[in-house]
């Protein structure tokens, strides 16, 4: 089961023509259209059936009619506060989708007994699409907003499907509020601090960028790394969370992400196949929409430790799409990843990859994107 918590692909005003209803159920591929009065109050069903019945029970056919007139009106739905287990004995050989409504009868969610694909800012995710290339800013732009948009406008050049910044609360993450003269933090500690405090963007400039992706054309994503920048994300409207490697195991993170209702692209570097599936569990008993990627942790990572093989069983673990997230020097990793067929969505491609250098955290290779 998955959850789909942004479903206007899947809803007409009940005042909408038959031929409209039809027109959206063609483009989402599900059969499917539910039915909406204009404050979200749920109304009616349509599937492909009950407009079958109204043209055969119709004296005069009239596709403009509203949809309403041909929708199921005594239709099957659960509370948006039930359970996984609540929802799943709803669904039966003839109903494959549940509503989810509020208290108040508004329509907040559709739960899908097949999972439904994954799609980012309307852009499908899957085995039989091309694959989503990330170009992997994360704070690479140094704090400068103009170098942030200068690398958004050479990943647009470069034909790449998304970028991906990050967005961290110091004060969240570190102890002594993420000072740099906190004295229980060692060296190392501080040395981390200091970079990230030179290179870390304000949450509105941050948010800036996102908006000049936007306007550039390309999809704009975000890796979150706690609650607070969550939520910030989630309130500006993010198309999607990139959820780190270090925060696969932080299921708190994970729950609230997935509660959002965005599509969420989870790595997996660092981690055990038991810490992967009890991830995977978080996320499916709130029916989130995911991917997984493979990913080597190590900057530059060694051709030697790469395992592209685990590609397949990740996505026997996840029932999801996988992807990979290159750490490597060159373009030739990624482009076989492409080629092992499994792979549906890449993150941090090594044609975009970051290395770590004295001066900055972590540096953006502009020319392997681009070539």
């Not at 007139?69 to 659960?78: L, M, V």
């Not at 949450?203 to 908006?211: K, Y």
């Not at 060694?302 to 997230?325: A, H, I, Q, T, W």
């Not at 490597?328 to 080629?339: I, L, N, P, Q």
Request: negative net charge.
């Amino acid at each position: 089961m998955k959850i789909e918590r942004r479903f206007q692909h899947l809803v007409v005003f009940s005042e909408d023509t038959i031929s409209d209803a039809l027109n959206k159920m063609g483009r989402n591929k599900r059969r499917v259209i539910f039915c909406v009065d204009s404050s979200g109050l749920m109304e009616g069903v349509l599937t492909d059936g009950d407009v079958r019945r109204w043209l055969l029970s119709s004296e005069q056919i009239d596709l403009q009619s509203p949809a309403l007139a041909a929708a199921n009106t005594e239709f099957t739905w659960a509370a948006s506060t039930a359970s996984a287990a609540e929802i799943t004995s709803q669904f039966s050989d003839r109903i494959q989708q549940v509503p989810l409504l509020d208290g108040r009868g508004r329509l907040v969610g559709v739960a899908d007994r097949d999972d439904a694909p994954l799609r980012i800012a309307g852009q499908e995710i899957g085995p039989d699409q091309q694959a989503f290339v990330i170009a992997e800013i994360g704070i690479n732009h140094n704090g400068s907003v103009e170098i942030g948009r200068r690398l958004v406008d050479a990943a647009v050049d470069a034909g790449a499907d998304a970028v991906k910044f990050q967005m961290r609360d110091l004060a969240s993450l570190y102890r002594g509020d993420g000072r740099l003269d906190a004295p229980d933090e060692d060296l190392g500690s501080q040395y981390v601090l200091d970079l990230l405090a030179r290179f870390e963007l304000p949450p509105d400039d941050l948010c800036s960028l996102l908006e000049y992706a936007a306007a550039a054309g390309i999809t704009a994503l975000c890796t979150a790394w706690d609650i607070r920048s969550m939520e910030r994300l989630d309130q500006f409207g993010v198309a999607g969370f990139k959820v780190a490697s270090a925060d696969l195991t932080n299921h708190e993170l994970l729950r609230a992400m997935g509660r959002t209702g965005r599509p969420m692209i989870v790595s997996t570097g660092m981690s055990s196949e038991s810490e992967i599936l009890d991830a995977i569990e978080v996320l499916r008993s709130l029916g989130s929409s995911f991917a997984l990627l493979h990913c080597n942790s190590t900057y530059p990572a060694p051709y030697r430790d790469l395992n592209l093989s685990y590609l397949k069983r990740l996505g026997e673990l996840g029932s999801c799409p996988v992807g990979y997230s290159g750490h490597e020097r060159g373009h030739h990793v990624a482009v076989a990843a492409v080629a092992m067929g499994v792979v549906s969505l890449l993150g941090a491609v090594s044609s975009a990859m970051s290395l770590v250098r004295r001066e900055r955290l972590r540096w953006l290779s502009v020319a392997g994107l681009l070539g």
